[in-house]
């Protein structure tokens, strides 16, 4: 398996650690509501999870790699939405973090979802 893709994957996904780890340190600075706080807190966690499963792609296990498929394509929709959203409670401060993310994020979908990265991840009983 061409392994060329998990270290800038796993690379993006400690840099969304990383934003989301400051944010947080930015709203006991600044403070923050509970959106904030909830939001700043799932996300580092999530990446948390995600630069695991990172790990779990790089050696071959398919079932992460469709996760980090859905998660890639599924949170940058999410993130623009909170973006448009008029009265979410997320300070501007906060939105372009999450702008941030979500390109980063966005790039791990352009590099998983390349014909040969899901091929080298078939679904069961098919031959790459």
Do not use: C, H
Not at 16 to 32: H, R
Not at 50 to 62: C, E, N, Y
Not at 85 to 109: F, R
């Amino acid at each position: 398996m061409d392994n060329n893709v998990w270290a800038p994957v796993r690379a993006l996904f400690v840099a969304v650690l990383v934003i989301s780890v400051a944010t947080l340190g930015v709203a006991a600075l600044i403070g923050g509501n509970w959106v904030v706080w909830l939001r700043g807190a799932a996300v580092a966690v999530a990446a948390v999870w995600l630069v695991a499963l990172a790990g779990q792609a790089a050696r071959g296990k398919r079932s992460a790699y469709v996760r980090i498929r859905f998660v890639s394509i599924a949170a940058p929709i999410g993130i623009v939405l909170i973006l448009v959203a008029p009265d979410s409670g997320y300070p501007g401060w906060m939105k372009a973090e999450q702008a941030v993310v979500g390109v980063l994020v966005a790039a791990v979908a352009l590099l998983v979802n390349r014909r040969a990265v899901r091929q080298a991840f078939p679904k069961r009983g098919k031959l790459g």
